[in-house]
Structure formats: structure tokens, C-alpha cells
């Protein structure tokens, strides 16, 4: 088995620093030691090839041989970035029948609780996160893993991916099928799980204990792997799956007249429209030109959508989402879930002036009045029009899917509500990624323990109950009992202090639910 050596900097004797190293058979890799708090990290390791040229709209592959210590201590290009829609309208209505952004992107980040010179664990229960963005922005480097670890109590390893994203990630129809990879952004996923599968043990991690967490996209991302080929990945690549946010945006088919319509948009803007083969004009053209046409086509979509997101590809994604999780084909072993109060929100232009019926027909390009009839009146009674569409938003495509995938993993989730106000999108990353989130705003050392650690003891033990240390969560029984989820809130009173307990969800919420379930079809979820 290939091992980790300690290196030590030329340097005076009295201020020696660890420099560990790791051999990976294609590559090794120096990393660095935080002396604050002893914790290694390899920054920067390449899981694929560069997917240039060629290799553009293709599945990843293996990185070549490099020879030499590669430098792992700073963090990796990001993949090129774009948007959501910013249009009052929906385009796709009428076709329902700092780090340097790089097409060079394919890296991940490790990082380990170690001692002073970097010696590695051995068999820890692993993590692997997978930042969100809409499948449009984010990556790796906004995400220190000290922040879980810490909250782990050094019983983790952490693992940090980056994929594809956009266009570059998520260019479907039928000639990419043909001549291509569908959902490229997803296999780069996949291939960065097999590494971990791979590699892990080299820093400290067990293979056979790896679970994936994602938010936003990056929870999404998480459901498109629990449904990964048909749920029956070889090998299985992780034990436990946690979203928060789940995000299920329509996922059409991938030769859809929307989603060929998208292709042809693409094909137009990079000037790829008289060439004898389009998919080939596409691999060829400027990578500023593409990133440009990325970004409009993005910025073109309803407001607070994405048009580049993931597919049925009819191989990894053999289906929709919704009918693979009502016939339980899923891959892993245990789910925790948690939602916010109020998911839709951003996305959601706040002066719209949209009714529920209205706004329903403008996010979903296949809905007729029938099917808006009945949105109008399963939202009349929570309130103004601005409000129930920000329900709607937030229910069809956040919440509901998560309660999709706490059926699906009957007696093996718990799922959990995260309200602190204003209880927004994003707003709990703060509390378990301060790194990305900045100063948690209700920053209660009891309220943030309580809510990081059900996600680490749930990594480690596959039950929040199981805790790292004694916090104030009380006894968090599994969704199926009763539909019990647990509130993590605060109260009223100034100065305000934690409310976290144990709550059923509502009736009325599971019933609108059943109605977006009904209508997957035409949602495309």
C-alpha cells in the first residue's frame, strides 16, 4: 500500500516545519500542517484530467503521470461561473412541447486531523462535501474542512470537490448523447468518489465509511448520486447521504424540446450554427466566447432559475428523480435532511405582482390552467400573492423533494427544520461552515454545537443521537415516526436563546406536497 512520508523544509533546526507527502501512483503531492490547530490539508489534487479541447463535453478521465512533488497548499481554480435567470418571463415557455475561474477545475481539497508533522489517522469515518451554486457557481476553496473537524472532535476526514459547472458541466441534447457525456458535471462527481474510494485510507479516512453532504446544488447533487444507476452503484461509494436544501429543479429529458432548444441557443452564440458538426465547433471555440454564451444563457432564464442543470440521461439518471425515490432505488445506507423556513425567497423577484397561478405557469414552461387552477387553490390561504409564491417556490422545488427522499429512505432519516430568522436559503451555512458563511447572526455557542454536531455524529455514527458531545439536542426520533422532524430555532425573547426540539410536520404542507409529486411529468422532476 503506498504510504504518507513526513518531509522536513530546509530550514533551521529550531523552526522545523512538517511537510507531509502522499504518493498517489500518478502523482505525489506536499501538503502543510495548520500549527494552530494540527490539521493537514492537501490543497489543489487532481481527480481527472484537465477536460480541454477533446475532452470538452466528455466524461472525465484520469489524470496523466506527473512527475515530482507537486505543491498542495493552495487552493485550485475554480470551474468557470455563471448565474441565475434574471428575465421576467420564462424563454423556455414555448418550446414545452477570486480564486481564477478555469475550464482546468477538476481538483479536490483533503484535509485530516493530524499531529504537529502531519502523521495521518487511520480508518475515520470520511465526509465529502459538494459545494452548491445552482450547478452554475461555487467551489472548493470557500470551504475550509477545519470547520467540520473541529466540530467532529478530530473524528473525521473531510473532502472537498469541485466539478463542471454551467454549460462547460451541463450541455445536454441529442448530440451530446452521441458524441459526448450528458451531465458531465455529475460524473465529475463520480469520478471524484471513486478517488476518495481510491485514496482515502492514504489520509487517514475508512472507504467503507464515507458519507456525501451537499447544499443547495450541492444537495441536489446528493439525491442525483443516491438515484445513481438506478441505485446500484459498484462499488457503493459512500454509506450515508445529508442534504440540506435539497435543490430539484425541472430535469427534463435529455433530448426534451427544451433542452434542445437550450443546445441550439449554445450552438448560435458561439457561432457554431453553419458548421458541419456542431459538438466539434463547440470543443474548438474560445474558452471566453463559451463562458460568455454561459453566462447569458443563464442570465436569460426565468428569474431565480438555472438552465443548465442535470438530465435524464437514461444511464447514470435512468429517470426521473421523483419515481426512482417512490420505488425506493436508492444507494446508501441512512439520510439526514434539513430544510430552511423559507427556501424560495431569493429566487423569487420580490415585486413580481404574480398570482399562485400565474407564477406557477411562468416557472414550470409545460403547466396548463388546469394545473395552476389547483396551485391557486392549495396556496389561497397562506397569505398575499407575494408570499404564496415564495411558498411555491420554496415547496415544489426544495422541500418537497426532501420528504421524496425521507420516504425513500423509509426508517433510515431524520430529518430536521432550520428556522433562525429570517430562515432563508444559505442562511444556515453559516452555522456549520463559518468559512463560507462568515459570523453566524444568532451566534449562540449552544444553538451552533447543537446543530454542527448532528451533522458530524450523523457522519460518524449514521444517527444524530449518537453525539460527538453532550449538546442541547434532545432525543431526535427517525422521520418515520410520526413525521417528527426536529426545530432548530431560537426563541422570542431578548436576548433571544436556543429553541431546539422535536416538532411533527404539517399536515397541510405533506398534501401539497402530494400534489407536486402528481404533477412530476410535467415539472419534470
Request: proline share 7%; with cysteine; glycine share 8%.
Amino acid at each position: 500500500m503506498l504510504t504518507i512520508s513526513i518531509l522536513l523544509l530546509a530550514i533551521p533546526l529550531a523552526v522545523v516545519q512538517a511537510a507531509p507527502t502522499v504518493n498517489l501512483g500518478l502523482a505525489q503531492y506536499q501538503g502543510a500542517v495548520d500549527a494552530a490547530t494540527n490539521i493537514t490539508s492537501f490543497l489543489g489534487i487532481r481527480y481527472a484530467a484537465p477536460p480541454l479541447g477533446d475532452l470538452r463535453f466528455r466524461a472525465p478521465a484520469p489524470p496523466l503521470n506527473t512527475s515530482g512533488v507537486q505543491l498542495a497548499t493552495v487552493q485550485p481554480n475554480q470551474c468557470l461561473q455563471s448565474g441565475f435567470g434574471q428575465s421576467s418571463t420564462n424563454p423556455l415557455k414555448p418550446r414545452a412541447a477570486s480564486v481564477v475561474p478555469s475550464e482546468d477545475c477538476l481538483f479536490l481539497n483533503v484535509y485530516y486531523p493530524s499531529d504537529a508533522v502531519g502523521t495521518p489517522p487511520k480508518g475515520l469515518p470520511t465526509l465529502v462535501w459538494i459545494h452548491g451554486g445552482g450547478y452554475a457557481l461555487g467551489g472548493a476553496s470557500s470551504y475550509n474542512g477545519e470547520d467540520i473537524i473541529a466540530q467532529s472532535n478530530r473524528g473525521v476526514v473531510v473532502v472537498v470537490i469541485q466539478y463542471r459547472l454551467g454549460l462547460f458541466g451541463f450541455l445536454a441534447g441529442a448530440e451530446v448523447k452521441e458524441n459526448g457525456a450528458l451531465n458531465a458535471g455529475l460524473l465529475d462527481q463520480d469520478f471524484a468518489l471513486r478517488f476518495v474510494n481510491q485514496h482515502i485510507t492514504q489520509f487517514g479516512g475508512d472507504p467503507e465509511k464515507v458519507t456525501i453532504w451537499g447544499e443547495s446544488a450541492g444537495a441536489g447533487s446528493v439525491l442525483q448520486h443516491v438515484l445513481a444507476n438506478g441505485g446500484r452503484t459498484v462499488p457503493q461509494l459512500f454509506r450515508g447521504a445529508i442534504t440540506s436544501s435539497t435543490f430539484l429543479p425541472p430535469q427534463y429529458e435529455f433530448d426534451d424540446p427544451i433542452i434542445e432548444f437550450l443546445f441550439s441557443e449554445v450552438v448560435s452564440q458561439a457561432n457554431c450554427s453553419s458548421a458541419a458538426n456542431a459538438l466539434t465547433c463547440l470543443r474548438s471555440a474560445d474558452t471566453t466566447l463559451l463562458s460568455t454564451v454561459n453566462a447569458n444563457i443563464n442570465s436569460a432564464g426565468f428569474f431565480g432559475t438555472f438552465s443548465t442543470v442535470p438530465v435524464i440521461d437514461g444511464e447514470f439518471i435512468v429517470q426521473r428523480p421523483t419515481l426512482s425515490l417512490l420505488e425506493g432505488c436508492v444507494n446508501g445506507q441512512a439520510l439526514l435532511s434539513i430544510t430552511n423556513t423559507f427556501e424560495g425567497t431569493i429566487f423569487v423577484n420580490q415585486t413580481t405582482g404574480l398570482t399562485a397561478a400565474e407564477y406557477s405557469l411562468a416557472l414550470f414552461p409545460k403547466f396548463t390552467q388546469t394545473q395552476a387552477n389547483i396551485v391557486s387553490q392549495l396556496y389561497a390561504g397562506l397569505g398575499t400573492d407575494v408570499f404564496q409564491v415564495n411558498a411555491i417556490q420554496s415547496e415544489s422545488i426544495f422541500v418537497c423533494p426532501t420528504y421524496y427522499m425521507q420516504h425513500a429512505f423509509f426508517g433510515r432519516s431524520f430529518k430536521g427544520e432550520f428556522a433562525i430568522p429570517p430562515g432563508l436559503h444559505g442562511s444556515d451555512v453559516a452555522y456549520y461552515f463559518p468559512s463560507a458563511g462568515g459570523l453566524p447572526p444568532f451566534n449562540n455557542t449552544q444553538f451552533i454545537d447543537a446543530f454542527a454536531q448532528s451533522f458530524t455524529s450523523f457522519i460518524i455514527n449514521h444517527d444524530p443521537n449518537i453525539k460527538v458531545s453532550n449538546t442541547i439536542t434532545p432525543q431526535w426520533n427517525k422521520f418515520v415516526a410520526g413525521n417528527t422532524e426536529m426545530l432548530f430555532n431560537q426563541t422570542a425573547a431578548m436576548p433571544p436563546q436556543p429553541d431546539v426540539r422535536p416538532i411533527k410536520t404539517d399536515n397541510a404542507l405533506l398534501q401539497r406536497c402530494q400534489f407536486w409529486h402528481s404533477v412530476g411529468h410535467l415539472t419534470g422532476q
